[in-house]
């Protein structure tokens, strides 16, 4: 599942690139306010069969991005290609080759699932002696078969995005954009997404997902492009990424969040901490020399604090990565 791979990405030849992103600036004008820039020279490559995930916390350019790359959002300036064509100027084409998967699933909820698809089928000129068969299909993809002639209001959250999924495969498109796929998901829907995105890059296509939610960006594809205020933090695949971040990390774990809380307005004064969950900070810390002086300092500053109840080591995550070139959490 997880495809975290430590060799170097072989370079994509324009060939097998199903989407080029070259230098893209988006600046919106705002009424009574001063231009914003929402994308500030965002570049990259996804080669064709497989995924790539845009990471990076609300409000940093991800839906934009998406925008643009399906033509509803002309660039300010920069170069855009998806599976060799202007998403803008060639539109009408582009929609028959690519699907998009709002954060709004918009589906119809008085109707069931099947006629949801079937709605969808015919409004994009699905061949007719082909719908049945592909909605068989799409629905046994994402494993909602028996759920088929239930309404999609009935359905969980995660059972919706899984059908906005299947609805999204109908056309058989070549390059998916979903746009954070498992927002509000169980944990047990997202694992079923997760596993249809490796399962379609394996059948050829090309993903492109957001997500806020690093362990998403962790578990899936095979290159991070990590981003913020719209710009380019770094990319790369996880381990990669991971190997930017220079040393271990000590997870410190307390008895009640609130202590944790505590702890860390204190320690956050000597390196920066992360909270990899409720309950538990987690602190880089130095390689070299300073190691011993750094770890009996942190023990001073929390035995003052008290209430630790678990210490360990751990390797760095995304969330890492994040903080260490943005100096702070992803999610804060
Ligand atoms: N049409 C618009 N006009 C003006 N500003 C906009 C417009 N669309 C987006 N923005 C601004 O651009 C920035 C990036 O928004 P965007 O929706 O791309 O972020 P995001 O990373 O997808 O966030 P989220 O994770 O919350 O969906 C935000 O500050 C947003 O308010």
């Not at 430590?6 to 009424?31: C, I, Q, S, Y």
Request: glycine share 8%; hydrophobic share 40%; with cysteine.
């Amino acid at each position: 599942m997880n495809s975290v791979s430590t060799t170097p990405l072989p370079p994509a030849t324009l060939k097998d690139a199903a989407v080029e992103v070259k230098g893209v600036n988006v600046v919106f004008h705002r009424r009574g306010s001063e231009p914003y820039q929402a994308v500030t020279n965002l570049s990259f490559t996804i080669p064709q069969g497989t995924v790539f995930c845009l990471l990076g916390p609300n409000g940093s350019g991800k839906t934009t991005t998406i925008n643009v790359l399906n033509g509803l959002l002309r660039p300010t300036g920069g170069d855009v290609r998806v599976s060799g064509l202007d998403p803008t100027r060639d539109r009408r084409e582009l929609l028959r080759r690519i699907a998009l998967v709002p954060q709004e699933t918009a589906l119809y909820n008085e109707l069931t699932g099947a006629e949801n698809l079937e709605f969808h089928a015919k409004y994009y000129g699905v061949a007719p002696r082909e719908v049945r068969d592909r909605i068989a299909h799409v629905l046994e993809l994402v494993g909602l078969t028996d759920r088929a002639t239930h309404r999609t209001g009935t359905y969980s959250g995660g059972m919706q995005r899984r059908l906005a999924l299947a609805r999204a495969l109908l056309t058989d498109p070549e390059v998916l954009f979903l746009d954070e796929p498992t927002l509000g998901v169980d944990v047990q829907s997202r694992q079923a997404i997760w596993e249809r995105i490796e399962q379609l890059a394996d059948e050829g296509k090309t993903v492109l997902l957001t997500t806020n939610y690093m362990e998403e960006a962790d578990a899936l594809g095979r290159e991070v492009h990590i981003i913020d205020h719209g710009a380019t933090v770094a990319h790369g695949t996880q381990a990669e990424l991971k190997a930017m971040v220079q040393g271990s990390r000590v997870v410190l774990e307390f008895a009640a969040p609130e202590r944790a809380d505590r702890a860390r307005a204190v320690l956050d004064a000597v390196s920066p901490t992360t909270v990899p969950s409720e309950g538990s900070l987690s602190i880089a810390v130095p390689r070299g020399v300073e190691t011993v002086a750094f770890l009996r300092q942190v023990l001073d500053e929390i035995n003052a604090v008290g209430g630790v109840t678990g210490f360990r080591f751990s390797e760095p995550s995304l969330q890492d990565v994040f903080l260490h070139f943005t100096g702070r959490a992803l999610r804060d």
